[in-house]
């Protein structure tokens, strides 16, 4: 690996070990080996390499769930409703939790103007690859319409999902519970 990747690697370490605010230049190169004209020179600032980091950690997280590894319900189903949050709940577990570092990016928004555009398109992306975990089907067939709705729902859930996660575990909803409250919605709305 050349610098550029290894500081991308650094980067990515520090995110889940310190989180954005936290991590520093310093920290980056210590955990990369490398140098720090190097984060200027590759990536043009901290921040921007960070960024970068970040939504590297996303798409990895995002190939974890490819296949759909465990999941056997009819895909749209209530019983795939609750095997994919199941799966993305045990995600939310452990230390140094993605999710619980995606909570801080949101709120660092305002901070960061220069990402604000590329981490939007980041999580329309991200809108765009949960709908088939549970609808089924491949995310390069998933419509711009469908994305807007759909995946705008399912993201709308993970965020405050990954919100309840980090604030209070012991009280965040299981798989179990998403399941039976959106049960009652559609039995509230269909009167069956």
């Not at 690697?9 to 310093?26: D, V």
């Not at 004209?37 to 960024?51: F, P, W």
């Not at 999580?123 to 419509?143: A, H, K, N, T």
């Amino acid at each position: 690996m050349g610098h550029r990747e290894d500081l991308l690697e650094g980067a990515k370490r520090c995110l889940l070990a310190k989180g954005f605010a936290r991590t520093t230049a310093r920290d980056i190169v210590k955990e990369s080996g490398t140098n720090l004209a190097s984060i200027g020179y590759h990536y043009g600032s901290k921040d921007a390499l960070l960024a970068q980091a970040y939504v590297a950690l996303v798409e990895g997280m995002a190939e974890a769930f490819d296949g759909v590894a465990g999941i056997d319900a009819e895909p749209g189903s209530l019983e795939r409703f609750q095997e994919v949050w199941a799966n993305i709940i045990e995600t939310m577990r452990g230390p140094g939790s993605l999710w619980r570092l995606s909570v801080e990016i949101v709120a660092m928004r305002d901070q960061l103007p220069e990402l604000a555009e590329h981490l939007a398109k980041a999580q329309r992306e991200g809108s765009r690859g949960i709908v088939p975990l549970f609808m089924g089907g491949r995310e390069e067939d998933v419509e711009d319409a469908t994305v807007d709705t759909v995946g705008a729902f399912y993201t709308t859930l993970m965020m405050g999902l990954m919100a309840q996660w980090t604030f209070d575990p012991k009280s965040a909803p299981e798989a179990d519970q998403l399941t039976e409250g959106l049960r009652q919605v559609i039995e509230g709305i269909t009167g069956k």
